[in-house]
C-alpha cells in the first residue's frame, strides 16, 4: 500500500478532526502519501481530492466539524457513481481509504471493496452512538455534555416559571444521547424510542410530583421516540392532562463545538487505528474501542448488529424519581 485517502460522511461529529489528523499523521509516518477528500463520496465522485501534509491537520483537533466538509450522496448509492469514485482513486494509485462516518457511510464503503477492491476501514464517528462495534463513537460524548449545559439552562427558568419543560435531543432513531443526558440533567421523564412511552402515566406522575410541591419538571425526548417528537408529546400530555408545557429543542447545537478531551482521546486512538489496519491488511473492517482496547469488526456488522442501550442505565431511568 502506497496511498491512501480519508473522508468524513454524513453527520458531521465533534472529534473528526482530531480523527483526521491521527489519520494523515499516522499514515505519513508510516511512508504513505495521503489525500484528503473533500465533501464525502459525492467530492469523491467529483474528483474533489488534494494531496495532504502534516501541517493540514495542524491546530485542527480542538476543532468541531471537519475540515473535509462532509454530505450526504444519492450519487454513491449507484453502481455509476462508485464506478466514478472508484476511478478518482485509481488513478492516483490510492488504495485505502478511511471513513469517518455512521452505518450508512460503511454500507457505501463495503460495497466500493466490493466491486473495486479499494480497501476500506470504517472509523465510528456520529453523535447518536448507535453503531455495534465501539462502546462510543466519536462526538457522543461531546454532544452529550452540550445537551446537558443547555438543560440545566433550561432548569433554572423552568423553576422560576413553575413549568414543565420539553427538550428534543438528536440521535436519529437511538436514544443513547436522550438516556445519557436524560441521567445527567436529573430529567423527570426520559422518553426514548427502545422503551414503551405511555402518555397516561407520565400524566400521572408529572401530576402526583406537582401535588408533591415539585412545580416544575423536565421531560428529555429522543427525536425517534415512538410517540413524535417534543412538540407531539406536548400536545399529547395537554390533550390527556390539560398540563401546559414549554419545549427547546437543542437540535444542530448538538452537533458542533469543540470536542472534549473523551471525544479527542477516542478520535486520536481511532484515526490511529484505521491506518494500523489497512497496514495490517485488514481491510475491509470498522476499528472501534471495546473496554479501553482497539477492536476490528467486520463493517458488516455496523449495519446488521444493534448496539444495546446500558441496562443499568436504563434501570435507572425508571428508579430515581
Ligand atoms: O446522525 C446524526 C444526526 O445528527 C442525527 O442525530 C439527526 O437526526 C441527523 O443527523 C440530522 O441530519 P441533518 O444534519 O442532515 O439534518
Known amino acids: 500500500m502506497k496511498a491512501i485517502a480519508v473522508l468524513t460522511s454524513g453527520g458531521d461529529a465533534p472529534g473528526m478532526n482530531a480523527g483526521i489528523r491521527a489519520t494523515v499523521r499516522t499514515a505519513l509516518t508510516g511512508g504513505l502519501s495521503v489525500f484528503g477528500v473533500k465533501r464525502g463520496y459525492q467530492g469523491l465522485i467529483e474528483d474533489d481530492l488534494f494531496s495532504m501534509t502534516s501541517t493540514d491537520v495542524s491546530n485542527i483537533l480542538q476543532r468541531g466539524g471537519t475540515i473535509l466538509h462532509s454530505a450526504r450522496s444519492e450519487e454513491f448509492k449507484t453502481v455509476e457513481g462508485r464506478i466514478k469514485a472508484a476511478e478518482n482513486l485509481n488513478k492516483r494509485n490510492i488504495d485505502g481509504l478511511v471513513v469517518f462516518g455512521g452505518d450508512g457511510s460503511f454500507r457505501g464503503a463495503n460495497d466500493l471493496q466490493r466491486e473495486h477492491g479499494i480497501r476500506v476501514v470504517g472509523v465510528p464517528a456520529t453523535i447518536d452512538n448507535d453503531i455495534w462495534g465501539s462502546d462510543f463513537t466519536i462526538g457522543f460524548d461531546t454532544a452529550v455534555n452540550t445537551a446537558l449545559e443547555a438543560i440545566d439552562k433550561v432548569r433554572d427558568t423552568a423553576a422560576a416559571h413553575d413549568r414543565l419543560f420539553i427538550v428534543e435531543v438528536m440521535g436519529r432513531h437511538a436514544g443513547f444521547i436522550a438516556l445519557e443526558v436524560g441521567i445527567g440533567a436529573g430529567a423527570e421523564e426520559i422518553l426514548i424510542p427502545e422503551t414503551v412511552t405511555k402518555i ?69 486512538k481511532l484515526g490511529y487505528a484505521a491506518v494500523k489496519a489497512l497496514l495490517d491488511d485488514a481491510a475491509p473492517c470498522m476499528v472501534g474501542v471495546e473496554n479501553g482496547s482497539i477492536s476490528r469488526h467486520p463493517l458488516a456488522d455496523a449495519w446488521t448488529r444493534r448496539k444495546e442501550l446500558d441496562k443499568l442505565l436504563v434501570q435507572l431511568s425508571y428508579g430515581l424519581e
Open 200 to 268: 397516561p402515566d407520565i400524566c400521572k406522575k408529572l401530576q402526583s410530583r406537582y401535588e408533591k410541591g415539585r412545580t416544575s419538571s423536565i421531560l428529555v425526548v429522543a427525536e425517534g421516540d415512538e410517540e413524535g417528537n417534543a412538540y407531539e408529546i406536548a400536545r399529547k400530555i395537554e390533550t390527556h392532562s390539560g398540563m401546559k408545557s414549554r419545549v427547546t429543542v437543542l437540535g444542530h447545537v448538538q452537533r458542533g463545538g469543540s470536542p472534549t478531551a473523551s471525544d479527542r482521546m477516542l478520535a486520536t
